[in-house]
């Protein structure tokens, strides 16, 4: 049986590639039917409510922080990271396991593959952590809607200014280049080893939070289940880290974001 299953088996990039994207798949499925809200993201999405606080939806009674709510929030959190992230990082875990199997010739290179996936989403479920622990205190200071989008417009403000800068700043350089280079990366950190396949898997993680962790943020502006900017930001991570003119897209949103946050400054210092 085995025997004849050995020919898809080699097929990594094959195995791998339906892994990944079964992942993928699932946690935007879960992510569209409400992450285990009760409230399908469709109906929390749109513009930022910053923007129009008096959108009935906003004036909703502030949800009850409990344990079991603060669990489900970090699920739902780190599975928008994993249907963000993951795609643009399947480039770097492809060619882990491409490079696993070379070193180890016929043996399958699925273990160690997802023990380096493994550690790289350990770095975003830490993320999510602490995602949680902010949405909670937004939330508790009002900042944030129990339909969990920024009631601020200095909040937005600032979020975007933020975002903008970190888009120009040495150390978003420095990660992003390390994330658009996976042969490189590898490289440098390879190690054999089950063990040493995690910690790779956790520093591509850290070189990627590093990247993207201030974009991942912009959540709390747009609206933390609004579908429109979850795909959105999807598609300017891909773009960014795969892209040959990722470069100069880094260079434009951050303008674009600074602008806007700009704006909304401007909006904040008009007389009411």
Same mark, same amino acid.
């Given at each position: ?57 906003? $004036? #909703?009674?502030? =949800?009850?922080?409990?344990? +079991?709510?603060? &669990? !489900?929030?970090?699920?739902?959190? %780190? ?67 129990? $339909? #969990?989008?920024? =009631?601020?417009?200095?909040? +937005?403000?600032? &979020? !975007?200014?933020?975002?903008?800068? %970190? ?106």
């Amino acid at each position: 049986m085995f025997d004849s299953l050995a020919p898809f088996l080699r097929r990594d990039r094959v195995v791998v590639g339906a892994a990944l994207a079964v992942v993928v798949v699932l946690s935007w499925a879960y992510v569209v039917l409400g992450a285990g809200t009760g409230t399908p993201a469709s109906q929390m999405s749109g513009l930022p409510t910053a923007l129009h606080v008096s959108d009935p939806m906003a $004036m #909703m009674q502030p =949800t009850r922080w409990t344990s +079991g709510y603060a &669990l !489900l929030m970090f699920i739902m959190w %780190w599975l928008m990271m994993l249907a963000t992230m993951l795609p643009s990082a399947a480039p770097m875990i492809l060619l882990f396991a491409a490079l696993t199997r070379s070193q180890h010739g016929s043996t399958a290179p699925y273990a160690s593959t997802g023990l380096f996936a493994a550690g790289y989403l350990a770095v975003w479920a830490a993320f999510s952590i602490l995602a949680v622990a902010l949405q909670w205190q937004l939330s508790r200071l009002a900042l944030l809607s129990p $339909m #969990m989008v920024a =009631t601020s417009t200095a909040l +937005g403000a600032i &979020l !975007l200014l933020a975002a903008g800068v %970190w888009q120009f700043t040495p150390l978003k350089q420095v990660c992003l280049r390390h994330c658009r280079a996976p042969a490189e990366f590898l490289t440098l950190h390879w190690r054999n080893g089950q063990g040493s396949a995690v910690r790779m898997g956790i520093v591509h993680g850290v070189y990627c939070l590093g990247c993207c962790w201030m974009l991942m943020l912009l959540l709390f502006y747009g609206g933390i289940m609004n579908i429109y900017w979850i795909a959105g930001l999807t598609t300017l991570v891909f773009v960014e880290k795969l892209a040959p003119f990722g470069k100069w897209v880094t260079g434009l949103v951050g303008a674009a974001f600074i602008l806007s946050g700009a704006l909304l400054s401007v909006q904040l210092m008009r007389p009411s």
